[in-house]
């Protein structure tokens, strides 16, 4: 009772009473005043990630990105007839088919399962060239032919079959036992010249005995076979060539006693010993390269005389009909190249053209002689752009000829003199000009948008235009010389649901203008941010922005995902002149990384869905090794990254690439150090995915290995993901669940879009 009363009382006392001192009735304590505050903003349930494509990956592993069922062009004969090679649209197996210059009709000439039993058996070396030619393809994949397209040579493995066009009958050539490596039909399609055993061998195509021309010295000499740099990095893949008459050889001899010794050896496959490899890594010794004529018939050799000390590597040979055999050969720096002629009488050279460069030269496909001997036509940069210049017999230059954007590459039709150049005012497109007999001037023939490239019959006058265009038209168009249509070369490839949506733009930075591509979720919304994959390359001789949407299916994959995907070109790539591919002369990574960062950087505040806190970076071969560089060197930048077949220590690659661009590791020790992965992996914070094939002969295991073991024992977290392949990822089923891991990698790492 007197608590309630007390509580009364209290209710009832004027405010100002319990404001005193003493009230005379005890005051209730002060209310609490609670000001209302607003609630923090709620943030939306982040959006469900987009769903990965299973069946997009399995349609683009299993079509080759829908370039399986293409046509590839392989000869243009005489008659006009053009022989191409085409697979099904998801098959590897390629066809014979012959599109006949009279009638616009498409035959299909032979296929190796019509020609023999059971799977084609493939030797080591042909492997390994197939390899060093990026040749996917099974079936038939090579076709030669006689100077009158008469007969055609088609090597299945073991067998080799000369087919006769007019009676569309094949036969088999008795080549004796053992595998027959790089057999070449005789001008005159009489005989067939091969590799067996290291020495090399010719046949009649009448049926008699092979006879052996050559005797290899010791086990590490062999004759016919071009070694490793030159097959990968000179782009020769032939060591021997045919005389016009077909009576003579002029054949390679190659010994790689010093050469250091790899071996390629997968685990998943221990029962299966490992193979051999004659691998020159940077510093070491090369193989010693001499030439020599041989005649069909047996008897010495004649060998050829050049300062083979000064000048050891053998760029490009050719015996044409009218004029001496031709060589170009370089100097271990690739600073300097000569151009020579041969007696065939004596075997003496004499220089036609010399080449230097302070950084490299780059010697383009040739020099090509016209038809009469009188004139040859050679491609030059070194006023700083490529040029065509016109040659007298001896070597003198009587003029040259400019056609903006020239990318070295030409073509000559030898009955009417005509050059068909190819080059592109544009980097990001590719173009053909024709320069008519006589004429100063080149004349652009394609000026639509896209790709556009020609193959030009020496003989017959037959032209094949292949174009690629923005709106992702493809075609294979013959024409006959006069320009009247002869017919297309149909393709059986599946035909893409949708072309990626790929915008084309330009960033200048310090003055200089970039080219790049960016590939957005084809559902991008603006109020989001996303994560950002840089797709590159980034090295010597590749460029990767292109007018040709084709080229991105991937990068729309990974787009669709969630991501934003850009490509672009930096100082150091191809067909933007000698100073901006040179730049990069001794240091094969600062410029590039500086200069991607810049773009990335540029196009982050020109786009702001582009969240550059979140930046991937992926990559293969080069681009591995620049992936894994940009994590090490630039974390800030770069938040994770995929390196595929990463060349991680440049003293462990080839000779004839590496010291191109770096020099000798004796002389430039600074330079192979700071360019080195495996010396930087201590600096590794980010998530880092390595990704080879055990059986990659051109860019080792090793590489991925040794980076491997260096992170480790500098505690640092990686993944790692090793495959049964070789440099190329063939196998669908492989290469789709390596594309999974890739998204499903970037998602961990990166995050969805905000």
């Known amino acids: 009772m007197r608590a309630a009363l007390a509580a009364v009382l209290a209710a009832l006392v004027p405010a100002a009473a319990c404001g005193g001192p003493a009230p005379a009735v005890r005051c209730p304590e002060p209310a609490t005043v609670v000001t209302p505050v607003e609630p923090p903003p709620v943030e939306p349930p982040p959006a469900a990630p987009p769903a990965i494509d299973v069946e997009t990956i399995k349609t683009l592993s299993a079509t080759r990105s829908f370039s399986l069922g293409t046509p590839r062009v392989v000869k243009l004969l005489p008659d006009g007839d053009v022989l191409f090679l085409r697979t099904g649209p998801r098959s590897f197996t390629a066809e014979l088919f012959q599109l006949d210059a009279d009638t616009g009709a498409i035959e299909r000439l032979a296929s190796a399962a019509e020609l023999i039993s059971g799977d084609v058996k493939l030797s080591a070396a042909e492997k390994a060239l197939r390899e060093r030619t990026r040749t996917a393809l099974r079936g038939i994949v090579q076709v030669d032919a006689s100077d009158d397209g008469g007969r055609l040579l088609l090597p299945l493995g073991e067998q080799v079959f000369v087919l006769d066009r007019a009676s ?407 067909r933007r002149g000698r100073d901006w591919e040179r730049v990069i002369s001794g240091d094969l990574i600062s410029i590039p990384l500086a200069d991607q960062i810049a773009v990335l950087t540029a196009l982050g505040a020109r786009h702001p869905e582009l969240d550059l806190e979140r930046v991937g970076t992926v990559g293969w071969s080069f681009g591995g090794y620049f992936a894994a560089m940009a994590v090490l060197l630039r974390p800030d930048v770069f938040k994770a990254a995929i390196a595929g077949a990463p060349v991680t220590d440049w003293r462990h690659y080839d000779t004839a690439y590496t010291e191109r661009y770096l020099g000798l590791p004796a002389e430039n020790q600074a330079a192979y150090d700071a360019t080195s992965a495996i010396v930087h992996a201590a600096r590794l914070t980010r998530p880092l995915l390595l990704v080879h094939g055990m059986t990659d002969d051109n860019v080792y295991v090793v590489h991925t290995l040794a980076l491997a073991e260096a992170l480790l024992r500098a505690g640092k977290d990686f993944d790692l993901v090793t495959l049964g392949s070789t440099h190329m990822v063939v196998d669908p089923v492989a290469d789709a669940a390596l594309l999974t891991r890739q998204l499903e990698f970037f998602r961990t790492h990166l995050g969805l879009p905000r």
């Open 168 to 574: 569309k009958q094949a036969r088999t050539v008795s080549l004796g036992a053992g595998y027959p490596d790089a057999p070449s039909l005789s001008p005159d399609g009489a005989r067939v010249a091969f590799v067996r055993d290291r020495d090399l061998w010719v046949a009649e195509v009448a049926g008699k005995a092979p006879r052996r021309l050559t005797r290899h010295e010791a086990p590490t000499v062999s004759y016919g076979s071009a070694e490793f740099v030159a097959q990968e990095e000179l782009d020769r893949t032939r060591g021997f060539w045919w005389s016009p008459d077909g009576q003579r050889l002029l054949v390679q001899r190659t010994d790689e006693a010093a050469v250091e010794t790899l071996h390629v050896f997968n685990p998943v496959q221990p029962e299966q010993p490992p193979t051999a490899f004659r691998y020159p890594r940077a510093g070491t010794a090369n193989a010693d390269v001499k030439l020599a004529i041989i005649s069909v018939r047996g008897g010495a050799p004649l060998w050829l005389d050049w300062d083979r000390a000064a000048f050891p590597y053998v760029r490009d040979v050719q015996w044409p009909k009218a004029a001496p055999p031709t060589l170009v050969v370089m100097n271990r720096a690739q600073t300097e190249a000569r151009v020579l002629a041969v007696d065939v009488r004596t075997g003496k050279t004499r220089t036609l053209v010399t080449e230097t460069d302070p950084a490299w030269v780059n010697v383009p496909d040739g020099p090509r002689w016209l038809a009469d001997g009188s004139r040859f036509l050679w491609a030059s940069e070194r006023s700083g752009a490529w040029q065509l210049g016109v040659h007298a017999a001896d070597g003198t230059l009587e003029h040259s000829l400019a056609w903006p954007g020239f990318s070295g590459g030409f073509q000559v039709d030898d009955d009417t003199g005509e050059v068909w150049l190819d080059g592109s005012p544009t980097p990001v497109e590719r173009h053909v000009g024709r320069l008519a007999p006589g004429a100063r001037q080149v004349e652009q023939v394609t000026t639509a948008p896209g790709l556009h490239g020609v193959i030009v019959g020496k003989r017959g006058g037959t032209r094949v235009m292949v174009s690629t265009t923005p709106d992702g038209g493809r075609s294979w168009v013959a024409y006959r010389r006069d320009g009247t249509r002869l017919g297309e070369l149909p393709s059986v490839a599946e035909d893409a649901p949708a072309l990626p949506a790929v915008a084309l733009e330009t960033v200048t930075v310090d003055g200089r203008t970039h080219h790049v591509s960016i590939v957005r979720p084809r559902d991008v919304r603006p109020d989001r941010r996303y994560p950002v994959v840089l797709q590159v390359y980034a090295g010597p001789g590749v460029t990767t922005v292109w007018n040709n949407p084709r080229g991105h299916f991937r990068d729309q994959l990974l787009a669709d995902a969630g991501f934003i995907v850009v490509r672009s070109d930096n100082r150091g790539t191809p």
